[in-house]
């Protein structure tokens, strides 16, 4: 196997890589936005509630009702306190598999960067292949020419 083949299989390893780094990244995005809008929605809904409360005590609540707004409450106090927990975990994931796909994304880079330098190499060298070959052909003319002539051309 050869160099650049040996190359070209490492980059296509790294950009598989990477790629299955994005789209683990763009799950654990998902997730967190999802379980953001969650918490939005009990913050608010909890809110809401509240106000409800406000309003049945203006109107005059019995002490069993109160209770029963204040147990609510506080199961939506730890809903709430959960998705927080849920979220900064999810948060998390996501700075941890961003930093995975960071990684994947830079050591993609310095492959192609090894196969940019490798081509530019190998295109010096044909240059070079082709520089040389076209001297030869120049000095066979020549050689020609002055032999056609009657002269020595050496």
């Known amino acids: 196997m050869s160099h650049s083949e040996s190359l070209d299989i490492l980059i296509d390893e790294s950009r598989k890589a990477r790629d ?3 789209r ?11 379980t953001n809008g969650q918490l939005d929605a009990l913050q608010r809904y909890r809110s809401e ?6 309003q049945a005590m203006a109107e ?7 209770a029963d707004y204040n147990r609510f ?3 939506l106090d730890g809903a709430i306190a959960r998705a927080r927990n849920v979220l900064a975990q999810q948060q998390d994931k996501v700075a941890s598999t961003s930093e ?5 994304q830079s050591k993609l880079t310095s492959f192609s960067a090894l196969e940019t330098r490798r081509a530019q190499l190998e295109q010096r060298k044909e240059a070079r292949r082709e520089l040389r070959q076209a001297d030869e052909v120049t000095q066979n003319l020549i050689a020609r020419r ?8 050496f």
Not at 49 to 54: A, K, N, P
Not at 146 to 153: D, I, K
């Open 60 to 66: 005059g609540i019995s002490a069993s009702t109160l």
């Open 100 to 104: 995975h796909w960071r990684h994947h």
């Open 20 to 22: 299955n780094a994005g």
């Open 24 to 34: 683990a990244l763009a799950e654990e995005r998902s997730a967190s936005a999802q």
């Open 49 to 54: 509630y509240c106000e409800r409360l406000q």
């Open 146 to 153: 002055a032999l056609r002539n009657g002269n020595n051309p």
């Open 73 to 75: 409450i506080e199961s």
